[in-house]
């Protein structure tokens, strides 16, 4: 059986103050690595203005639409920041799966179903992974579907904390809200004791303490998401 457990509000982690802090210093630490922050930023000024068009428009066109054009946003965002990484960001019509680069073709970032939030946990994933793990299909990554034992749930758990934890932030950043996912709908088992919620939201809460700890391609999403998403 499952039991109802209160998850911590996770909204509290990115304030408008604790964003401008976060902000401040994640321009710092870019500012100390070599980028090419010039040559994309006419791309990244048309990003901007596209998502104030999408923001507008939440409450005017279908759920579907916006959806769809938030998206096709965040594809065109990850194509620009990492053009010279070999790899791309996939609007996938199943399940997501990352596909390594081979034959002359780049990485593919594919993200279930269209979902922005997906799309999101996708990046959160390759984000901490490092070059081995990239040239490896789903960054070799051990997967047990939805109806696991009560011993997979906890090893699913303890694996999900980083990216969720970064999926968190993302998603603050993009001003969406943000839930955890144990993925267990079809769980059979007690499931009140898991600390997977707190300890999702305790490593999100130290990665805003301690920017310099995040990974660094997570560095420069949450960057350009923090600048994009929160311009006035």
Known sequence: MISP???????????????????????????????????????????SEQWQKIIHAEDINPFD????????????????????????????????????????????????????????????HWSLTGDARRSLSDFGYWYAPDGRTAAQQQAFERVEIKPQALECLFSLACGRNFKVSQDNLFADFDTSTSTFAHDVYQQAKAYVAEPHTLPRDAKTLLQAFLTICNAN
């Open 5 to 47: 457990v209160v998850d911590p509000d996770f909204s509290h982690l990115l304030s408008t103050p604790a964003s401008k802090r976060l902000l401040k210093r994640l321009h710092i630490l870019e500012s100390e690595k070599p980028n090419d922050s010039d040559r994309i930023k006419p791309q990244l000024d048309a990003l």
């Open 65 to 124: 639409e916006n959806e769809k054009a938030a998206t096709d946003w965040l594809i065109a965002l990850f194509n620009t920041l990492f053009a010279n990484q070999e790899v791309i960001l996939v609007r996938g019509a199943g399940e997501p799966e990352y596909f390594p680069a081979q034959d002359n073709q780049p990485a593919r970032i594919e993200f279930a179903h269209g979902f922005f939030q997906s799309a999101l946990h996708e990046l959160s």
